[in-house]
């Protein structure tokens, strides 16, 4: 039997960045797929859920994440790109299964919390199958949208991570296709994490790529990190044949921007973490260079050591950054695109969901799209009175502002709780996890 759920009177963001906002709108669901958009929706539903003066916008999409180390958040809050090498990734080695199933579900559950609807989980912790089917069960059991981008282990760490590295993905991979793919659950979708030229050896990122097409996967690769980029990776996929649109290039702040050409011309997507990458020192984010060449980046939070989880504070930085960029080369005489709050609420949302391949799934609130959608109460001392409603989103807006959550129509977070997940639980996992990790990393002599 269908159920019907009508979100009435709420400021609608429904396609950002185009300017098509309702402001006094409805959004009519039925068996989690949007079925009607826009004012005075008079048909009859199962529930109503009034929101008059609060801010309708579709659910946020983080493109790159590591979610298996969210219970070592802010264990790096002043670190580099080789700290964390060092530091981050060196401690994978004493992650059970159970330990990466905690973390998964601690970083699922934050992210829904903060009106992100769908992440994709860079899931370089596949020391075992059990590790990977671990971090598996944290997605499912969240009930968030997520692709699942099965890559190496990290144990030991030099064996596969760093440009001598010749292994080879995973033949692991080929069972999860197998063990996940036919699943029932149209939440999760799966892709690789490949390593890339700036992390294995030539040989071995190009038969990884090769790899992943065999399997049908899209493929995320990291991508122009800071001095690694050196590697001219764009180049040396293009000299082999290898680029094309089933790719997301992350960070890629010292990418040529021969490649960045050679990315927007075979339809590739790019996914921007502004807060790590000027944190850990990835370089710029080259949101201007991104410009010159015609790519639209999507964010994401990457790694919670260094950085905040949510996506409101990536959409800021991003806001800040790309507009600083743009101001400096304007006073130079230059060209530039001063990018609007609008744009950066569609980095976060459509092209999100183009870097998945979920676009034709998520990412707007249209009618035939499953119904991923935010709510938010942006009154209040800290965010009204909300003269601009996508000015109070982008400047001021927090998880604390987020009332309501839906995945594919399901209340995953209703009246500021989420509603599947027992939260002191979670948390208490999490610190049992990191009480293990810092006494096994103090047996080692690495200390806590």
Sequence with gaps: MSRRVLIRGGYIIPTAPADNDIPDGDILIEDGVIVAVGPSITEEADEVIDATGR??????????????????RNSLP???????????LTRGQFFRPD???NSNLLGAAGALNAGITTVLDWSHISNTPDHSDAAVAALKAAKIRSVYAHSVGVSPLQDWLGVDSENRHPDDIRRIVEQYRTTDDNLLTLAAGVRGPEFSSYDAAWDDIRLARELGLRITMHTGCSALGARNTVESLNEQGLLGSDITYIHTNTSSDGALKLIADTGGTISSSPAVESVMGHGAPPFARFDAVGLSPSLSV?????????LFGQMRSAYEQSRAASHTILRDGGQATLHTTRDVLGWATIEGARALGLDH???SLEVGKQADIVILDLGGLESGPVNSPIGALILNATAAHVTDVFVAG????????????????????????????????????LGA
């Design 55 to 72: 801010v309708v916008i579709p659910g946020l999409i983080d493109t790159h994440r590591h979610l298996w180390e969210t219970v070592l």
């Design 78 to 88: 002043d670190g580099d790109l080789m700290d964390y090498f060092q530091s981050t």
């Design 99 to 101: 330990d990466v199933y």
């Design 302 to 310: 990457d790694a919670e050591v260094g950085v905040a989880g949510d």
């Design 361 to 363: 799934v998520t990412g």
């Design 410 to 445: 399901h209340g995953v977070k209703r009246d500021r709780t989420l509603m599947d997940i027992d939260t002191a639980s979670v948390v208490q996992a999490a610190e049992n996890t990191v009480h293990h990790l810092n006494s096994s990393a103090s047996a080692a002599g």
